[in-house]
């Protein structure tokens, strides 16, 4: 039964990946051949343009924060940042307050 959902999820996410593929390949070729004179994609060109662009973009995925200050989902924490924010805020109206008062 295990192998079966292992399975089922695997066909899951190549059909998501080719659905999306699908629908870059038709925007781009319904756009930018009339736009700019590009020529057409066919499916495995605009997957390796699609891989391309994630490798520059997004980088492997190998490294980068996964150990460092992780928060909620593996993501930086937030929370010193937010902090400070509301912190410098607050002194602001204050700030704000006391000088509208004064006049």
């Avoid at 038709?26 to 590009?38: S, V």
């Avoid at 390796?48 to 150990?67: D, I």
Wanted: charged share 20%.
């Amino acid at each position: 039964m295990k192998g079966l959902k292992i399975i089922g999820f695997i066909f899951f996410k190549v059909a998501i990946i080719a659905l999306y593929v699908f629908i870059v390949m038709h925007l781009w070729n319904w756009l930018m051949p009339d736009i700019f004179g590009i020529t057409t994609l066919t499916f495995w060109q605009t997957l390796g343009v699609l891989l391309l662009c994630k490798l520059l973009f997004l980088g492997s995925g190998w490294g980068g924060y996964r150990g460092k200050f992780k928060g909620r989902r593996g993501r930086p924490s937030r929370k010193p940042w937010e902090n400070g924010i509301k912190q410098r805020l607050r002194e602001r109206c204050k700030n704000h307050k006391t000088n509208n008062d004064e006049q």
